[in-house]
């Protein structure tokens, strides 16, 4: 079957950098994306990655190895407002979005 | 207005009643999305219309019934829910159905909970 596997929770520090990590194992692959949803909201989109490497976007980048199924999404300067679920979603041979169940990223100050 | 609008926000239900959701988007996207979220899952798809047909229907139970009239608009018709379909549902759209980096746009949801 489909599977995308994140971390539950997260906690990190005001001004810190967070790396949450994304495995996939789907049928097929054609792009993963990051997006952000914060609590009572809708998703926003965040990156989106269909070549192996690091893609940079002011404080958010993300990382894809296709070869390993992995991929994380990094946030550098952490401010309160980056409290949030951030879900992981692979889109498949079929081109459907497959999603993981979302990590809630929790800041302290 | 812009992006994807849903109503109602939130919605309180019994289990003999019959509701719709409604969700329109105002980005001239051609494709549009229903999905459940529930608590600690991963978003269920749960329908996918491309230029007002429909493409994808991920056996979801009957008591459920899309509508969409027009490529802006999407419906959920619902009727004789069980309280376990109480979850957040979302609309989203696209611009496409498939291929490169065609993000999905969400509505802010609909609270739906069955008594």
């Known amino acids: 079957g489909q599977n995308i596997d994140q971390p539950t929770e997260m906690t990190a520090t005001e001004g810190a950098i967070v790396q949450i990590n994304c495995t996939y194992q789907?049928?097929?692959?054609?792009?993963l994306f990051w997006y952000q949803q914060h609590a009572g909201e809708a998703p926003t989109f965040l990156s989106y990655?269909?070549l192996d490497g690091l893609e940079e976007k002011g404080r958010f980048s993300s990382f894809l190895s296709r070869s390993k199924g992995y991929s994380y999404l990094l946030l550098k300067e952490l401010q309160m407002k980056d409290s949030a679920s951030y879900l992981c979603?692979?889109?498949?041979?079929?081109?459907?979005?497959?999603w993981g169940a979302g990590t809630k990223l929790i800041i302290k100050p | 207005e812009t992006g994807v609008t849903q109503t109602p926000r939130h919605l309180v239900m019994g289990m003999t009643n019959k509701k719709s959701l409604k969700c329109e988007q105002h980005?001239?996207?051609?494709?549009m999305y229903w999905y459940k979220q529930s608590a600690k899952k991963p978003l269920e798809l749960m329908f996918v219309?491309?230029?007002?047909?429909?493409?994808e229907n991920n056996s979801v139970p009957s008591r459920f019934s899309p509508e969409c009239p027009n490529s802006s608009h999407l419906f959920l018709h619902l009727h004789t829910l069980q309280p376990e379909d109480s979850a957040l549902y979302l609309c989203?759209?696209?611009?496409?159905?498939?291929?490169?980096?065609?993000?999905?746009?969400f509505g802010p949801g609909t609270r739906l909970t069955v008594l």
């Open positions: 789907t049928s097929g692959f054609n792009g």
């Open positions: 990655n269909v």
């Open positions: 980005l001239g996207h051609n494709a």
């Open positions: 989203a759209s696209s611009q496409e159905l498939a291929g490169g980096p065609d993000t999905q746009y």
């Open positions: 219309y491309s230029l007002e047909e429909r493409v």
């Open positions: 979603a692979v889109r498949d041979s079929n081109y459907q979005l497959i």
